[in-house]
């Protein structure tokens, strides 16, 4: 079975930073395109960035542009979002997700196929 898991969300006042991992089993890693998604209470799950199969091409919202950074490490079947410069609008449960093949840098959540279990971050101001 595919899994996604994300975690190293928390609790961290405006202006700090949060990393949050992806990890996953189940299907080859370094083929899909992966992505951050989050959701903040009372609104629709949007898109924060996503990545290559390679890690060459990312894509991000333009919101946490020049905040956020996503990376892989391919060889550690792991993705990861570095959050700098948080905001409380920030806030949110994240999820990761990844695309079921090396398909388009989007931001759409309905292109990604697999889903991981979200992680919260909170932002206080």
């Known amino acids: 079975d595919v899994q996604l898991q994300a975690s190293g969300g928390g609790l961290v006042q405006a202006g700090g930073s949060l990393r949050l991992s992806c990890a996953s089993s189940g299907f080859t890693f370094a083929a899909p395109v992966i992505g951050w998604f989050r959701q903040a209470p009372g609104k629709e799950r949007e898109g924060v960035s996503s990545?290559?199969?390679?890690?060459?091409?990312?894509h991000y919202l333009d919101s946490v542009n020049g905040r956020f950074t996503i990376f892989r490490d391919n060889a550690k079947n792991t993705a990861y979002l570095q959050m700098n410069s948080l905001k409380p609008e920030d806030t949110g449960v994240y999820y990761c997700a990844a695309q079921r093949g090396a398909g388009p840098l989007t931001l759409r959540t309905a292109l990604y196929t697999y889903w991981g279990q979200g992680t919260l971050v909170t932002v206080s101001s």
């Open positions: 990545i290559s199969s390679d890690g060459r091409a990312k």
